[in-house]
């Protein structure tokens, strides 16, 4: 009866089955069935066995991985970067926009969002290029202008210390436009009238500000950086692989876990360990999420991602 | 000054509302700058010639005009060409094919009488909580599917993005449901209703979506880097890459790895034969006896190097190694590559 049912449903939704038939082939094939692939990390990988035909070598490839003293490194490294990260980006970003916000006519506003946008639309390709040529020891820009200054010239690619700074400094720069004009419409649907009663009240513009929008901006900023937060163990491969590359010399600050990855499996086509440590990523970032949502769901039950029942509303 | 968007101003300026337009207009303006500046410096580095450039350093302001590295860059110019038509063709096709896809199956899932919308929802969601990881995609995408060296490595991957399929669903959700009865009533199937009604309704969403992917194709390099080696595929961002790794590499070379500074005759070209080479002796370390810039047609897999100039290859010739203590040995180089990465090993062991 129950199957009777079913199929009757089947039949009934044919179309819609039929139109999310890509989409289904599309996640199985390239996110299901690699998860499955997961198995790798408790192999010992060869060619000709392939994916399933591999022999065991229980958790060898995660020994090699944590006794290397890489899974430290890399965990750490990435960790911190995306704290930097989401600390120093939403900050400026609620800066800018508040200031976009506040002063400015028509022309201003237009030309200075634009400015602030331009970086998002670069790849890091060329962001790291460009980098390349401001920084670089024998001709960048910096240190020509060090030199024309009469000071020693710094030699960036080679001093793992400048480059948490560095870092933090592109991210922020690349980042800056988007998150501003997401923190702007929060801003612009903030209802005038709480202005209005503030003015009424006497508040100068810095009151205005700090008990006004910002306390309105909570809901927005607190979900924002918790969606971040859940990506914490997720590195931006594009960006660290750009500006650093293969740099060994940089690796004890710039390293992290998707660098690490990459590296294991195309350059030394260490499968084994390079699966293992997607694992540790995977489950981390996963249990960090499961975290995350439980956190925004006890602070607001609408926003957060997974609800018991319903899903994504 | 103000308008509609900010609270009304009072008739005159207080001097709290001067103090904040002075700080904002200030600190926006270094914001907005410090953002172009970089392409600034592109534009002018580009702008000015080779010499000056290694000299004086890439500068903001061209102090040498000289149009020469176009010329060079449009002398041969079949490999770029080829580059920018793989990336808009790959562009242009996985954007449209993205966008039929995304809305698609938005469409699909934003319809309320679908009885298991949260169930396929739920389906797409959980991929972006947890993947298997790089390797176990790599390796299918490589060793199953055999997509390496084929368009659809540079155009799948990216097709599908559940982060614009939730985007493009919350906006269906927004279109009114009597759109859809009264076409029901009329008689339209509900694939003619997503292809006649939706899709024109939906255009706001949509261009914000082939923004969003139009960006992504264009400025994909990794995919590329993963599983294209063959030339004629290469996209514009790798293409550019790979030539800035090369160009690294020279740059490496001729300057020798063991030790500092440029103190090669800048006004000197390059030229095919001894007139290029130059002579670094270096207390101890590397110096590389002879790096050669050679015009003619580069030879990828043998002794010479891309420079990533079409018609100019790299060779060297002699590398002496100065131990600390004073001894020299010398070792032929025959790969420009072997010879970067032996650099970069002697450079590590001596920190």
Known sequence: ????????????????????????????????????????????????????????????????????????????????????????????????????????????????????????????????????????????????????????????????????????????????????????????????????AAEIDGANIFQRILKVTIPNLY???????????????????????????????????????????????ITSNDIGMSAAAGVFQSVLGFATIMAVNYAVRRYDKDRALILKRRLMT | MRTSRSPKPRASKKTDQKIFAAIGYGALTIMALLCLMPFLLVVSSSLTSENKIITAGYQFIPTDFSVEAYSILFKYPTEMIQAYLVTIGVTIGGTLLGL??????????????????????????????????????????????????????????????????????????GIPEAIVESAKIDGAGDFRIYAQLILPLSKPALATIGLFLALAYWNDWY?????????????????????????????????????????????????????????????????????????????RRGKGMNTGRPGLSIELDTTTIRGEDGHVEKKQMDDVHAFVRFCDDHERMRQ
Request: glycine share 8%.
């Open chain 1, 1 to 196: 009866m129950r199957l009777r049912s079913f199929w009757h449903d089947v039949k009934k939704y044919k179309m819609f089955l039929l139109m999310l038939t890509p989409a289904v082939i599309f996640y199985l094939l390239f996110a299901y069935i690699p998860m499955a692939g997961i198995v790798i990390a408790f192999k010992r990988y060869d060619y000709a066995g392939g994916i399933f035909g591999s022999a065991w070598n229980g958790l060898d490839n995660f020994r090699f991985f944590f006794d290397s003293g890489n899974a430290w490194q890399v965990t750490r490294n990435t960790a911190l970067y995306n704290v930097a990260f989401i600390v120093v980006n939403n900050a400026l970003q609620i800066f800018a926009a508040i200031l976009l916000f506040e002063v400015g006519g028509k022309w201003f506003r237009k030309i200075i969002q634009s400015s602030l946008f331009l970086p998002y639309f670069i790849s890091w390709v060329v962001v790291g290029a460009i980098a390349y040529n401001l920084l670089n020891y024998d001709i960048g820009t910096v240190n020509a202008m060090l030199r024309g200054l009469g000071l020693e010239p710094v030699d960036i690619y080679n001093t793992p210390a400048y480059w948490p700074f560095l870092l933090v400094l592109v991210s922020a720069w690349k980042g800056l436009g988007y998150g501003t004009v997401m923190y702007l419409a929060a801003i612009t649907s903030i209802d005038t009238e709480m202005y209005e």
């Open chain 1, 219 to 265: 809901p927005t900023i607190i979900i924002l950086v918790l969606l971040a937060v859940g990506n914490i163990f997720r590195g931006d491969f594009g960006m660290f692989y750009n500006m650093v590359g293969n740099n060994g010399m940089l690796f004890s600050a710039t390293d992290v876990i998707d660098t690490f990855v990459f590296r294991s499996l």
């Open chain 2, 100 to 173: 039929f896809l995304t809305s698609m199956t938005s469409y699909a899932l934003s319809r309320r009488d679908f009885k298991w919308r949260n169930g396929f929802s739920f389906f797409f969601f959980f991929t972006t909580l947890f993947s298997g990881g790089l390797v176990p995609w790599y390796l299918l995408i490589v060793n199953y599917l055999h997509m390496k060296d084929t368009v659809l490595a540079l155009i799948v991957p990216l097709v599908l993005n559940v982060f614009y399929i939730i985007v493009m669903k919350s906006f269906l959700g």
């Open chain 2, 223 to 299: 995919n590329a880097l993963l599983f294209v080696s063959d030339e004629k595929l290469m996209p514009l961002q790798y293409y550019l890459y790979k030539m800035l790794g090369n160009m690294d590499g020279m740059r490496k070379a001729m300057m020798g790895a063991g030790g500092r500074g440029y103190d090669g005759d800048p006004d000197r070209e390059p030229e095919d034969g001894d007139d290029g080479r130059r002579d670094r002796p270096d207390p101890a370390g590397i110096s590389v006896r002879a790096a050669v810039l050679r015009p003619g047609p580069h030879d």
